[in-house]
């Protein structure tokens, strides 16, 4: 067994209790193993185990025997991504595919439902924190060996990958989530209690700027730059300058000339085929949802059949991009809802980063929203040429979002659990056992 699987498979071991006795922790190691993928990077027999079902399974084991009853955010936010769900199950059941919607349909309501069970535990600032720093250095376990990779090889053996067989193994995917994380270096960065964690955070930032440039995904260069220019929009200098050198450095380490002829068919997209494709398949995604306005034509529409019916020839290819990809799958009411949640979250993000920060929690709060609002915005520019609609790390975002509104308006900056009286009997009877536990096994 490799040295690797013994960590991993010591750390469930000694995590899968802790999840079972405070499953809020459960929430964090959750959003931590949606990205970091353990399962998939190990080469041993632990190859494959199924982690993140172990840590679900024992943090909802723990919520049976947790005495309050946690509630979800009451949010405009929180009832439009119920709404778009409720919505999906419609669109899945009238689906042209149905072989093809329902794992799809399926695979989206595990997200939510693991999010709600998030966004219900991490209820308190310090519980947030760590869910997003998890979610920041869970990408950046890649980006960093990934940037290392890109210099020592200077850039010849290709685009920069994520972990195999996972949502991010794909060059863009990659880039798309390193984008989406990026601002968290920026903001969180400073508020971390010691020196040299916030110059780390610095530096992860740049580095990770290198593994972005390193996918050579032309989407992820004008998200970086939708980025870096609203970091410039808001001030930060530091961050600015970090990324001109990571930027200067990743062309002084590679050849210059391939990335730029790369980057270069945004310009020339008629002249590079890929990129050529995009309008066909956006008109494709158009016709969809015209064809199919109240329900779309559910999950996974295009097939063979569906590009013949409407270009004259057969291909398969999603939309490649984030809205059109929503209306050819769920119509108009499925687009209007999904449109009102992602403009909503923007709104309410933009809302509490121009609060004054006046209190340390304020402030807190503040560099949380404009971590996810720079993040978000940068998603959703690198999403316009790809199939980003439904990843885990958008949901993740969008249900940060949701806390960190709910946390600010909330008194004392904590949402208050309801208690019950049965899971109050159900704890005290599992506190019973667990103390007596030791003396029976003595008598026998």
């Known amino acids: 067994m490799d040295y690797r699987d013994v960590i991993v498979a010591v750390s469930v071991a000694v995590g899968i209790p802790l999840c079972f006795r405070w499953p809020w922790i459960g929430g964090v190691v959750w959003g931590w193993f949606c990205f970091l993928y353990p399962d ?15 840590v679900v399974f024992a943090t909802l084991a723990g919520l049976a025997f947790t005495s309050p009853l946690y509630q979800l955010p009451r949010s405009r936010e929180m009832y439009l991504l119920v709404a778009f769900w409720a919505f999906c199950a419609l669109t899945t059941a009238a689906a042209l595919y149905p072989e093809r919607a329902w794992p799809q349909f399926f695979r989206l309501s595990r997200i939510i439902l693991l999010i709600m069970v998030v966004m219900a535990f991490c209820q308190s600032p310090r519980r947030l924190t760590a869910l997003m720093w998890g979610t920041a250095l869970a990408v ?24 195999r067989a996972s949502d991010i193994e794909n060059n863009n995917d990659f880039a798309a989530a390193m984008i989406a994380t990026l601002p968290f270096f920026v903001f969180l960065g400073p508020t971390a209690p010691r020196p040299w964690m916030r110059h780390a955070a ?11 440039l390193g996918t050579y995904s ?4 004008l998200a970086l730059v939708a ?5 410039a929009a808001l001030r930060q200098w530091r961050a600015l300058a970090v990324a001109a050198v990571a930027w200067v450095a990743f062309l002084s380490v ?8 790369r980057v270069d068919t945004i310009r020339t997209f008629s002249r590079e085929a890929s990129a050529a494709q995009r309008p066909q398949e956006w008109y494709v995604a158009l016709r969809l949802g015209l064809d199919h306005p109240v329900l779309g034509a559910g999950f996974q529409p295009f097939t063979p059949e569906t590009y013949l019916r409407y270009v004259g020839y057969e291909d398969y290819h999603n939309a490649h991009n984030f809205f059109l990809q929503v209306f050819a799958e769920h119509g108009i009411p499925g687009l209007a809802l999904y449109t009102a949640l992602v403009v909503s979250t923007l709104a309410t993000l933009w809302r509490m980063g121009r609060r004054p920060a006046i209190a340390p929690t304020a402030a807190r709060f503040r560099a949380f929203s404009l971590a996810l609002l720079v993040g978000l ?4 520019v690198d999403a316009q040429f790809h199939v980003l609609s439904y990843r885990p790390i958008f949901f993740n975002l969008l249900a940060l979002a949701i806390m960190v509104d709910a946390l600010a308006r909330a008194p004392a900056h904590v949402i208050q659990p309801i208690h019950s009286a049965a899971a109050e009997a159900r704890q005290r009877w599992l506190r019973t056992v667990v103390q007596n536990f030791p003396q029976r096994g003595v008598r026998s």
């Open 377 to 380: 915005v940068g998603y959703i």
């Open 40 to 54: 998939r990077v190990m080469i041993g027999l632990v190859h494959g185990t199924p982690f993140i079902a172990l």
């Open 202 to 212: 610095l530096g992860v930032f740049g580095i990770t700027v290198v593994a972005i």
């Open 227 to 231: 980025v870096l220019l609203l970091l």
């Open 254 to 261: 590679t050849a210059p000339q391939k990335w730029v002829r």
């Open 140 to 163: 950046a376990c890649y980006a960093v060996p990934g940037a290392l990779w890109v210099a020592v090889t200077g850039g010849h053996a290709g685009p920069l990958y994520g972990p």
């Open 218 to 221: 032309r989407a992820a260069v």
